[in-house]
């Protein structure tokens, strides 16, 4: 994992279609991949490290995505291609999807345009390859395979330590290729994507299981969470949550923890954290700190620098510094 304060973006003379990025902010690391829409909120307190690593084949692009805080994410990749997504053998494999908990390694199966919201553990590395819808229900046609791919998102444990471990040395073996100007040729990014084709197949092919489905749980937090943001100016408390989505405090409270892996009074102050965070790193710099503080409920400047300060590692002024060096320096 990265330690520099300055941004590093690496691309191999070898191949223009691979790219390396090092982060150090959870909004800019939301921004790195080419075609993403993304949404990341940092949930675990502490400077954010990150690194992107970015691979275009013809039909299918790879990306690497290593972070050291734990997040709740959602967004949408490129348009009219399947997204699988799996973790590193290195990696935590404890994963929140739609407020299904899964604490085995598998394979995630989404949408590209409709990516299901989930809650990432500290640590976490994960190659996810977008490959495109038509090549992929072709092959699938073509092979009389069971498994539907438009009816994502789907979770496929792997049956056997070894299925997780071939499919990712795969993906670092295509990534090293690359870096050694061995994918070149057509032929040699179609042999690549076939070996990747082979492997995410092979693995949807394991179970015949339905798609994944919102929990009760998650549509509560979602409901409690819509209501917070429309109401980002007012410091809730948990009762109006619990009046605004009709449950106690108790059945509240577990629902949050199963679904986010945090109580409603963190979430309330994370949620309100990362919105002004964002701000600092994308809004103007005329705005001052404690008028977009206050436009979140954070009406006590130093109680908010503290909360923001133990959440991301910087103060709220370093934040709106360090982003301004950072755009002076692409400019």
Known sequence: MVSSEQSIIREHPCTAALVERQ??????????????????????????????SQLELPNIQIIE???????????????????????????????????????????????????????????????NLSVQKDLLIDYIVKQNLAFEA??????????????QNALAQAVERIFLLSKQ?????????KNAQDLLLMHLLDTCET?????LSTTRKKQMVDRARKYAIEHSDTPLSIMDLCNHVGASRRKLQYCFQDVLGISPVSFLRILRLNAVHKALCTGSEDKQIQDIAAEWGFWHLGHFTSDYRNLFGERPSDTRGRMKSRFANLG
Not at 154 to 162: E, K, M, V
Not at 181 to 189: D, F, H, I, N, Y
């Open 23 to 52: 982060t150090h902010d959870v909004v800019e690391h939301a921004q790195t991949p080419s075609g993403w829409t993304l949404n990341y909120e940092q949930v675990s307190a502490g400077k954010f490290l990150g690194q992107i």
């Open 65 to 127: 995505d290593q972070t050291n805080q734990a997040m709740i994410k959602s967004g949408e990749a490129f348009k009219n291609t399947i997204c699988f997504s799996i973790s590193t053998r290195k990696s935590p494999s404890d994963l929140i999807c739609l407020g299904n908990i899964f604490t085995t390694p598998g394979l995630l199966v989404s949408d590209a345009q409709d990516l299901p919201e989930l809650r990432t553990p500290a640590g976490l590395q994960v190659f």
């Open 150 to 163: 438009s009816c994502a998102p789907y979770f496929f444990p792997f049956s056997q330590p070894h299925d």
């Open 181 to 189: 100007g061995q994918l070149a040729k057509p032929v040699q990014k």
């Open 207 to 211: 179970a015949c299981l339905p798609p």
